[in-house]
Structures are given as structure tokens and as C-alpha cells.
């Protein structure tokens, strides 16, 4: 459908028909089952049926079979708001032949009807007759100067490429009631036609303190500040968006921002003041190493849902965050999480975890054994688990063995802690053989 068809239902003010479901079409699809019986509507007069026939089809999405109930309405009553209705059903379905029809046969008889005069110059703009719609804009104005027909005139002169004057049009068009879509096509021809950005811009932010800054305002002004590559500006308005309208998507894209700039404590302090997702918060810092807050964090997400990968978090957070690794109340504290969650999630994670720090604090080695051997079930190329196992062997003393275990990773691998064990686990051997 034209653009300027679409305008007609934004700049031209309809009046109703005595039911306002007539400007109401369903989400019901079109040649849906009739719900009118037919028998029922002869009571009525042909004018009443036909109109009832005419709401019940526009309702329905049935736009063809509206533009024929209304057209025929206006031939029977000659009511030029009939006209307008049969005009509006004809924009929906394209149908073109139609609507320039009506327009002549409506204009013919109601010459200084306003509204009609509007879809005329809707229709010669698409027809790129920007002559006739320019004599006609030039008339509706100096009857009313009204923000409609200076909507209409801007946009006869920008079909005509006189942007200055469009321009003219519609700031007088703003001025009067500060509408959103003069606004927008003042900034779209400051900013696209007259390269004057900044100005779009700042008129744009204008608004959105004094007025206001709805989804569409807000959207336009974003793709302002991405083009002019000011990711600050549209952080900004992302958090007003999701403030706004609590969708999600805009929550998510303001994330995505901050994480690919790496602006971790921005991303902190919208997901604490917003509430958005305490999960990703969660995730934030533990990436972070703000084990403290991610451990406070945890606690409370746990006390609400119990749910056991929370507490299996919060015990390796809890020992993480534990600036005395070897407090017997903390590890008693850790290993009663870790009892819990072993017997119900069975996940490697876990089982490495909690055998590992049984083995390194030498709590149970054999226990701790037993753990990392159920995690390399699961999960039997790990390095990280291979290591676990290794450094039990070498609690035990047998460094034989966890050299054997350990030495294959050991020349692929530069993790810290690997290389640390390697060193530690040979050293014994050296030792062994004196």
C-alpha cells in the first residue's frame, strides 16, 4: 500500500457513523463466517441494512466487500460521509480505481467538503501529481490553516523536492499541537535531505524532555545517535524505552551493548535499579569476581526458589569469596551445601568441585576420589577433572600414578594451577628416587 494512503488515516480526521466499531477493523480475518442473518435485517430500512451489512463486513476485515456496502450507501444518500468510509475500506485493499471513482463523484457534489479535498491530494501525491495537489493544498489552507492540511502541503513540497519550504510547512504544523509525525518529518528532512543532523538531533531531545519520548519519538532518535556512532545516547534511550514500556527486548539489547563495550558497572547498576534479570546480574558478577555480592545475591535468589543449582552456586561462591580458605566453620558451611546438592543434580561441575576441595584441604581424599572419578564418568576428556584425580593421587603419595595421570595434559596445557601440580607431582617423584 502507499505510504500516502497510510497518512490519509493519520493526518484526516473521520467523523463516526453513529457506531464507532465502523473505525475499529478485528483481528478477525477477512471472508470469516457472517454472524448478520439475513432474515433478521428485513426489518430494518435498506439504508440501516446496508450499513449494518457495511460495519459487520469492515469488522470482519472483509475491506471489498465494505468499499461495495458504503459506495452503495452513498449513491442511495448521497451522505458524504459514507463516502469517506467507502474511500477508507478502498485504501485498505489498493483499490485504486475505486477511491479515485468516489473522489470524483463525492467531490462533484460536495465541491468544499475538507476531507474529501485531503484524499484528493493523498491520491494525486501518489499519482506524483504534485501540480493539482499543490492548487489544491493552497486552497484547503487558506480556509483553515490547520496542522492536517499543513502536514498535507509539507509533504506536496517534499514529493516536489522543495525541502526549505516542506520544511516551513511542517514546523508551522509542530508549533501548533507539537504532533509526533511533523516532528518526525521535520528531523527525517534535516537530517536525510538538508544534512543538518545536529539540528535533527537536538530537536529530537528537545522533545523527549519537554513532551515526551514515546516508542517512536525514542526509536528515531536512537537511530540518530547509532548512525552518529554516540553509544552513550543510545544507552541512554534504551533504558528509557525498557523504563517505558517494560519490553524485554530493549532490556536485552542495552545489555548486549554494554557487554560488547565492556561497561560491566553500567550494565550492574541498570540490572539493580531496573530488576530486569537477577540471573544475569548474577552472572555479571561472578565474571567480575565480585564473589561477595554475587554470593549475597545468590542467597537470596535461593531463599525464594530452592532451587538446588543456586545452592550448589552459592557454596563455590561462599568459598570463593573466603578470604581464610582454611576456616573450618566456612568449609563445614560449604561441604553441607555441597551434601545437598551432589545427591540431586549429579553434575560433573559439582562432583569435581566438591571432590577437589576435599582432596586439597584434605578433609577425605578417598571421598574426594570417589566424586572426581563420577565427574570423568560424565565427562572423561576434561582437563580440569584429569588434574582432580591427579592431585588426589598425589595426596595419597602415589605420585607415580599421578604423573602417569596427569603428564599427557600437562605438556598441552599452561593453566596455572595444571603446571603447578605438574611441578609438585615431579618434585615428589625426584624425591622418591634420592
Not at 602415589?398 to 607431582?425: F, R, W
Request: aromatic share 12%; hydrophobic share 35%.
Amino acid at each position: 500500500m502507499s505510504r500516502y494512503y497510510y497518512l490519509i488515516i493519520v493526518i484526516i480526521t473521520f467523523s463516526t457513523l453513529g457506531c464507532s466499531s465502523a473505525h475499529k477493523p478485528s483481528t478477525i480475518q477477512a471472508n470469516s463466517i457472517k454472524v448478520l442473518d439475513s432474515n433478521l435485517t428485513q426489518q430494518f430500512s435498506n439504508e440501516d441494512r446496508l450499513l449494518i451489512f457495511a460495519l459487520d463486513s469492515y469488522n470482519r476485515g472483509d475491506f471489498k466487500a465494505a468499499t461495495k456496502y458504503y459506495s452503495d450507501l452513498y449513491s442511495q444518500t448521497d451522505n458524504v460521509q459514507y463516502a469517506t468510509q467507502a474511500i477508507k475500506s478502498a485504501v485498505v485493499i489498493k483499490d485504486y480505481e475505486s477511491i479515485k471513482d468516489l473522489l470524483d463523484k463525492a467531490t462533484l457534489q460536495q465541491h468544499d467538503d475538507p476531507t474529501l479535498a485531503r484524499y484528493f491530494v493523498a491520491y494525486y501525491i501518489d499519482k506524483k501529481m504534485f501540480t493539482q495537489a499543490k492548487q489544491l493544498t493552497t486552497k484547503l489552507l487558506k480556509d483553515e490553516r490547520d496542522s492536517k492540511n499543513l502536514e498535507l502541503a509539507g509533504l506536496v513540497y517534499e514529493g516536489l523536492e522543495s525541502y526549505p519550504k516542506a520544511l516551513g510547512y511542517f514546523e508551522e504544523s509542530y508549533r501548533i499541537d507539537k504532533g509526533e509525525y511533523a516532528l518526525l518529518k521535520i528531523t527525517d528532512l534535516l537530517y536525510l535531505k538538508m544534512d543538518q543532523k545536529s539540528k535533527a538531533t537536538r530537536l529530537l531531545e528537545t522533545h523527549t524532555k519537554l513532551i515526551g519520548c514515546n516508542q517512536t519519538i525514542c526509536t528515531r532518535l536512537m537511530q540518530f545517535y547509532a548512525h552518529a556512532k554516540d553509544s552513550e545516547g543510545v544507552s541512554k534511550v534504551l533504558e528509557k524505552l525498557y523504563i517505558q514500556t517494560q519490553n524485554p527486548a530493549y532490556a536485552n539489547r542495552l545489555l548486549q551493548l554494554y557487554n560488547t563495550e565492556k561497561k560491566y558497572n553500567k550494565a550492574i547498576t541498570f540490572l539493580k535499579k531496573s530488576q530486569f534479570n537477577d540471573m544475569i546480574l548474577l552472572d555479571i558478577y561472578i565474571t567480575q569476581k565480585q564473589y561477595q555480592k554475587a554470593l549475597k545475591l545468590t542467597e537470596k535468589l535461593y531463599a525464594k526458589t530452592e532451587d538446588p543449582v543456586l545452592l550448589g552456586r552459592a557454596a563455590i561462591l561462599e568459598y570463593e569469596s573466603s578470604k581464610n580458605k582454611n576456616s573450618k566453620k566456612m568449609l563445614t558451611s560449604v561441604i553441607k551445601k555441597f551434601e545437598q546438592v551432589v545427591e540431586i543434580l549429579k553434575d560433573p561441575l559439582y562432583y569435581n568441585y566438591y571432590g577437589y576441595l576435599l582432596i586439597d584441604h584434605e578433609v577425605d581424599i578417598d571421598k574426594g576420589i570417589v566424586f572426581v572419578q563420577k565427574a570423568l564418568k560424565i565427562e572423561p576428556d576434561s582437563h580440569f577433572y584429569i588434574d582432580s584425580l591427579a592431585w588426589g593421587f598425589y595426596k595419597k603419595g602415589h605420585c607415580q600414578d599421578a604423573l602417569k595421570l596427569l603428564e599427557p595434559i600437562g605438556k598441552m596445557s599452561d593453566e596455572k594451577e595444571i603446571v603447578d601440580h605438574m611441578n609438585k607431582i615431579k618434585k615428589c617423584i625426584e624425591e622418591e628416587n634420592k
